[in-house]
């Protein structure tokens, strides 16, 4: 039994439950037929008395010479009519007038006469000759109101019962009625429970939720579960610290719709559609979000209705972080190549002007380019004292210039990052620098201007990051999603669209602002806060 389904036990206690009630009701139907056949029994009995001991013929033969005589006959013929078992009209002194046995006339009566007597009629069961019986006695009056004779009508506890035993069938009926009813509702309601809980049993439930319930708090991802009416039922500790949510209350489910989640996060769970490691993006964190229906194992095909659904959610704010990294040293792993390549030409052109016996002008060759080369690196470190941002720039001028790029560079002050986070300001530039790339390959002048100002207003110490493309700029519906997880003009969504979502991100970590223009072409400007050692030290400069 301890293996059943709690199904299977839910039935079979309703249905011990159910029989319980029947025999208790049976009991309480058999009990009431039985008191309402003999108070029906005594009241018909009191009813037949009386009638006798008002009839004027009874009274005026009670009083005549020989009352046996005339009352013997009557009383036979009205027992007959009447299918009652005696009629016995007595003296008061007990003598009987009349009998159902004629050999009993003249004896006395047996049974209680002293309320009858007293002029008060009485109903009771005895035992007579007859055996027990239930029996009514009602006094006889002269017209002096003086009491001359007792008249007692009753029937035996045989006749009494055959009665109550026709009653018997409607309480069996209703019993049975209340039975079946019963089961059959007890059935519906468990083969209901059954589907429910999958045919598990209270200690494989019991089971199954300690086990969940440790895996859902032990997972180091977000784990969700969300109904169909968008309501989260359940979620971990890890999902609540990545989305924010508040701590979770037993019984009393926050729907999705009323939380302050990400747009993006919370259509996706309205949604209840599938997810395949969607990238979603908070104003701190890069997460991958997958999302599954919940479908009973027993449900199939057309008939499977879903539950809910399951959502897991990664932390890829770190990964994302790594990536940018790797991308910077892509770009000076590339702008080596690029470099190098650049280089060995220019180291054959100089070999082969010496070979030519032209030394005057391979040495100005080679003078003119080690000041073109090094002029870029000397403005970009004198002014930025990042090496990360310095890096980035560099391999960023030899990437454009192997692109056909003309990539302008203007840094204007000096450019102190403290407070600023290195890496989000790696991801701010060359996330823009990217774009802006793209943007200007297919156009004419395939210019990008970048332009660094450092600067202290009313506000404080800040600096300005303005990316510039000679692209063909942007529609008013692409300016209002182009910071949009996943949206992008230049492949398929999912596929691209996830730089500038980053730099919108890094940009509100670091507390500044994030603007896009058209000035032919695309113009995004970036204004950040500086640290308070960079106000007071453009305070003092200024």
């Known amino acids: 039994m301890r293996n059943w389904s709690l199904a299977r036990q839910f039935f079979l206690g309703q249905v011990v439950f159910v029989l319980a009630l029947t025999a208790a009701i049976s009991w309480v139907l058999y009990l009431d037929a039985e008191q309402s056949t003999y108070e029906s029994s005594s009241d018909r009995m009191l009813a037949i008395a009386t009638t006798f001991a008002n009839d004027p013929f009874v009274r005026r033969t009670v009083e005549g010479q020989e009352p046996k005589s005339g009352l013997q006959p009557y009383a036979v013929e009205v027992m007959n009519d009447l299918d009652i078992d005696f009629v016995t009209i007595m003296d008061t002194d007990r003598t009987r007038y009349t009998h159902r046995n004629p050999e009993e006339i003249g004896r ?52 009494v019962t055959i009665a ?20 059959v509702v007890s059935f519906l309601l468990s083969r209901h429970l059954r589907n429910a809980t999958l045919g598990l049993g209270t200690e494989q439930l019991a089971r199954m939720f300690v086990f969940y319930d440790s895996v859902l708090h ?16 359940l979620y971990n500790d890890q999902a609540a610290q990545l989305l924010g949510l508040p701590a979770a209350t037993p019984g009393r489910p926050a729907h999705a719709g009323s939380l302050d989640l990400p747009k993006s996060v919370r259509e996706l769970l309205l949604s209840g559609r599938r997810a395949v490691d969607e990238f979603h993006v908070t104003d701190d964190r890069v997460l991958v979000v997958n999302q599954e229906p919940a479908i009973p194992d027993s449900a199939t095909g057309a008939a499977a209705k879903p539950l809910g659904t399951v959502t897991t959610i990664r932390d890829h704010t770190e990964l994302e972080a790594l990536s940018d990294e790797l991308q910077t040293m892509r770009t000076l ?6 470099q190098t390549h650049e280089h060995a030409n220019r180291l054959h052109t100089i070999v082969s ?5 032209r030394r005057a002008e391979a040495l100005d060759f080679a003078t003119r380019d080690l000041e073109q080369s090094q002029q870029l690196t000397d403005e970009v470190v004198a002014a930025i004292d990042e090496p990360f941002i310095t890096a980035l720039l560099v391999g960023k001028a030899a990437q454009a210039n192997e692109r056909g790029l003309d990539l302008d560079i203007d840094v204007h002050g000096s450019m102190e990052t403290a407070g600023l986070d290195p890496r989000d300001l790696v991801t701010i530039i060359g ?3 990217d774009n802006a790339f793209d943007a200007a390959a297919g156009s004419s002048n395939r210019a990008v201007q970048l332009n660094i100002r450092s600067s202290h207003d009313d506000h404080g110490a800040n600096v300005r990051i303005s990316v510039k493309d000679s692209g063909p700029g942007m529609t008013e519906e692409d300016r209002q999603q182009i910071f949009t997880l996943g ?3 230049k492949g398929a969504p999912g596929v691209r669209g996830l730089g500038l979502a980053l730099v919108r991100q890094a940009v509100h970590r670091l507390g500044g602002q994030l603007t896009v223009e058209n000035d032919d072409g695309a113009r995004f400007i970036v204004r950040l806060p500086l640290g308070e050692r960079d106000a007071r030290e453009d305070g003092a400069d200024d």
């Open 108 to 159: 006395a009566y047996i049974g209680s006469i002293d309320q009858a007597l007293a002029g008060e009629p009485h109903t009771e069961i005895f035992t007579g000759t007859l055996g027990p019986s239930v029996r009514a006695i009602v006094p006889v009056y002269d017209d002096g109101g003086t009491v001359t004779a007792l008249v007692a009508a009753g029937v035996t506890i045989d006749t």
């Open 164 to 183: 109550r035993n026709a009653q018997l069938p409607v309480v069996f009926l209703v019993a049975g009625g209340a039975l079946a009813a019963g089961t």
């Open 218 to 233: 032990s997972v180091r991802d977000g784990l969700l579960l969300t109904n169909p009416g968008g309501e989260l039922v």
């Open 333 to 338: 792993t590339d702008a080596l190549r690029a």
């Open 353 to 357: 002007l010496i070979e030519l016996d």
């Open 431 to 433: 996330n823009l620098l």
């Open 487 to 489: 949206f992008t003009s």
